[in-house]
């Protein structure tokens, strides 16, 4: 006898149920609890070998009959009985018809369900789990029921049909597999036999946006039909067949399953012995996610089982919230499309516009980024603007000789007819000429083109001609030394507005040839205004120039500094790889801002350095995370939105390190693929991107902007547009196996994870 204290009462029921040994009959287990005088509670252990869900509310039936003193009713059919016609299916071919229904349904490539996680997944699968309750209330219980009925489908079929939406809504993915359990007792006579009877089945489904949730409907039906005409070939059979890559972290087939239960087990009473059902959590999660149904005098109960290794309880409680709000657009409106069906809350709604997206600052939006140059070059005129590489030796040029001399390159650029929006290519290896050219097409009004002197000469006769460009400055080996006589020093008169062009990078698609990102001087101000104050960087930092001149990166490595009053290092080609060497550049020439790509960067952190106080990394996924003195930055952004979308701080390592927030008046938002709406928290979509940051689109591609950038803003009405960063060239299935698209997901605190999920997607989230 115990006190009654289900904690105690918990520990003793875990105690009693554990692993039977096959070998050794009875495969059952009885206990008797007594918590007090007149109270008792019974345990009973049974392996599902020789039990299943029908035969526990037999047994209750049984042993309530028995404890009356009745006498049980004669079996006609017993299990040995049911496993001998079983076994004839097979040896007389009967199953045959049955096997090649299942092996046809699952010929092609299986789908992989790609819930958004909490937790990285276990390389073994856990069985750890946990379960939550929720109720559906009689009323939308009847009406699941009364529209099924309209199209001659079930109320399981209702029920399974939302739950493919809503698994298919969180995960973003139009090809669904759900396990189920069917009981298996095809024969009346089975009903009263206790036995393992029951079969899992694999349904497949595809919820695509396009249908209307009516015609889904049918669609499960007529699916679900199908396999209950053939649920006696045996699942462990069809795994055995199939072509399914074997995953130790996850089941075979699927890694969700559906069930509706019908047995809601009563209290029952006879004279003296009162029974009912005593409520344990058993703490066993076979499956990533599992929901249990159970219709009851009062509505719906819905149990939603989780392996607690891959989600908190909150998710699981936002699940339920997805799937409450899709049966509700349902009833509302059953000839709803799929794609249209809203999950998101208007809490959710409200902390992503207003929250999340808080990043509105003020930046000098009517000056260009070389006007900011040249008032920085006046305050510090003698202090070291680059250094570079000359003929083996190591130059450097003030900011007052590198304003100078790009006026003097700027004269001559005007004299040949540069002015505003024209579009000037400069070829050149990385150094000091290459800054100087920079500055003077844009002091000439121009934007410039960047072109790597290694690129094939098919790309870059197609550049040339693609952007039209007026001039291309090829040779600047002597522009560092031009005439120091007082010649064109002053100042171009200023033709170029915030809102002409800077410069113009050529991406490479995925196909086809590659596309010029036009970007404006407004966008590159903004960043260099964001990058200086979230790094505080000052005129006493000492920073590097890493990346090639047709990379955008490069952008963001010269100008937050020029502007700032900062010295910029050109890192030579001859040390880029070698991180030793890099390591001594760094602590020699006192670097204290560096941007490293992700995979050098990761073999960067193994190195001692000294100097560095921040060090910058973006391009890929970063998956390490070194301590050191200085601090890291993990940054992403595509080329259209001016280098650097969001930042994060990574200060400790990270199952998967987060990409961090939006830039200071930038906004990100995770849409759907079906009519680009506001995703919840927590859901896969299409990365939105809008703000001062955005491109003006792409040259000479009206179609491909505007399918990109022509996007009904949500958050800025009139100055902003925004962008998709992932669309594909076809528009169709977009995140398949492709390694150039991009999905999101937008957690509890604003932040962007990014994670590479099975295949080759890339998929990004917040927490």
């Not at 379960?131 to 009925?149: K, M, P, W, Y």
């Not at 996850?250 to 009563?266: A, S, T």
């Not at 001039?471 to 008169?493: C, D, F, Y």
């Not at 080759?760 to 927490?767: C, W």
Request: glycine share 6%; with cysteine.
């Amino acid at each position: 006898q115990i006190p009654n204290h289900k904690l105690q009462i918990t520990k003793i029921i875990e105690s009693f149920v554990r692993a039977f040994d096959l070998s050794k009959a009875p495969l059952l287990r009885v206990g008797l609890i007594k918590v007090e005088d007149m109270r008792q509670i019974l345990m009973v252990d049974m392996h599902h070998i020789i039990s299943d869900g029908v035969s526990i509310g037999i047994f209750l039936k049984e042993f309530m009959a028995l404890y009356g003193e009745e006498s049980l009713p004669e079996i006609s059919i017993h299990y040995k009985d049911f496993s001998q016609w079983h076994n004839q299916l097979f040896a007389t071919g009967k199953i045959k018809k049955q096997e090649e229904y299942w092996l046809r349904e699952f010929a092609e490539e299986i789908p992989v369900l790609n819930l958004p996680l909490d937790f990285v997944r276990p390389r073994v699968q856990s069985f750890e789990g946990n379960s939550l309750h929720f109720e559906i209330n009689r009323t939308d219980t009847v009406r699941l029921n009364q529209l099924a009925a309209k199209q001659e489908a079930t109320l399981y079929m209702m029920l399974l049909a939302l739950f493919n939406i809503m698994l298919s809504k969180v995960s973003g993915q139009d090809e669904i597999v759900v396990g189920t359990a069917v009981a298996g007792r095809r024969n009346a006579e089975l009903q009263q036999t206790i036995g393992m009877f029951v079969n899992t089945l694999a349904l497949k489904n595809f919820p695509r946006g396009y249908k209307t949730f009516g015609q889904f409907l049918e669609q499960v039906k007529q699916r679900t039909l199908a396999a209950l005409e053939n649920q006696d070939y045996p699942f462990e059979e069809l795994v055995d067949q199939v072509n399914v890559t074997r995953d130790t972290s996850r089941n075979p087939l699927f890694d969700v399953m559906f069930v509706l239960e019908n047995i809601d087990l009563p209290e029952l009473e006879l004279a003296g012995l009162k029974l009912r059902p005593y409520e344990f959590e058993n703490r066993i999660a076979k499956f990533d996610l599992t929901m249990i149904s159970i219709e009851t005098a009062d509505g719906l109960r819905v149990v939603l089982e989780y392996c607690t290794k891959l989600f908190k309880e909150s998710t699981i409680e936002r699940f339920f919230q997805y799937f409450n709000a899709t049966l509700r657009a349902v009833l509302e409106n059953p000839g709803i499309k799929i794609g249209t069906i809203e999950i998101i809350s208007e809490e959710d709604k409200h902390r992503i516009m207003e929250e999340f997206n808080n990043t509105s600052t003020e930046f000098p939006m009517n000056k260009t980024i070389h006007k900011l140059f040249e008032e920085q070059a006046k305050k510090t005129s003698d202090s070291i603007a680059v250094v570079g590489a000359h003929e083996l030796h190591e130059i450097s040029i003030t900011f007052r000789e590198l304003n100078k001399k790009s006026n003097q390159l700027a004269h001559l650029l005007r004299e040949r007819g540069v002015l505003a929006d024209d579009i000037v290519g400069i070829m050149v290896e990385r150094s000091v000429e290459m800054i100087i050219g920079i500055l003077a097409i844009l002091k000439a009004g121009g934007a410039y083109l960047a072109i790597e002197p290694e690129y094939p000469q098919e790309r870059i006769d197609y550049m040339l001609k693609d952007s039209g460009a007026k001039i291309l400055l090829s040779e600047l080996s002597r522009v560092s030394g031009l005439s120091k006589e007082p010649t064109h020093l002053t100042h171009l008169t200023h033709l170029t507005h915030p809102t002409h062009l800077c410069y113009i990078i050529y991406t490479s698609g995925t196909t086809g040839w590659p596309k010029g990102t036009l970007m404006e001087h407004r966008s590159l101000v903004n960043l260099c205004y964001w990058h200086n104050r979230y790094y505080g960087i000052t005129d006493r930092d000492h920073a590097t120039q890493y990346a090639g001149i047709g990379f955008d990166a490069s952008v963001w490595e010269i100008f937050p500094y020029l502007v700032k009053g900062a010295a910029v290092h050109i890192i030579t080609e001859s040390i880029k790889l070698d991180i030793d060497v890099l390591n001594d550049y760094y602590e020699q020439h006192n670097i204290t801002v560096s941007f490293l790509p992700t995979q050098l960067c990761e073999q960067f952190m193994e190195k001692n350095n000294k100097s560095l106080r921040a060090l910058l990394t973006g391009g890929d996924k970063l998956r390490r995370f070194v301590k050191k003195d200085y601090d890291l930055y993990n940054n992403y952004g595509p080329t259209e939105n001016t280098v650097v979308t969001t930042a994060f701080a990574v200060d400790k390592p990270y199952h998967n390190i987060p990409i961090g927030t939006p830039i200071h008046n930038n906004c990100i938002f995770i849409l759907n693929t079906y009519d680009l709406k506001l995703q919840p928290i927590g859901v896969w979509g299409e990365l939105c991107i809008t703000g001062a940051s955005l491109a003006r689109g792409y040259l000479n591609n009206p179609e491909l902007t505007k399918e990109k950038f022509q996007i009904p803003n949500p958050k800025f009405q009139t100055n902003y547009k925004l962008q998709i960063t992932n669309k594909s060239e076809t528009g169709k299935n977009k995140f398949q196996n492709k390694p150039f698209n991009e999905k999101f997901l937008q957690g509890s605190r604003g932040r962007f994870f990014q994670k590479e999920p099975p295949g080759r997607r890339r998929l990004y989230k917040t927490g």
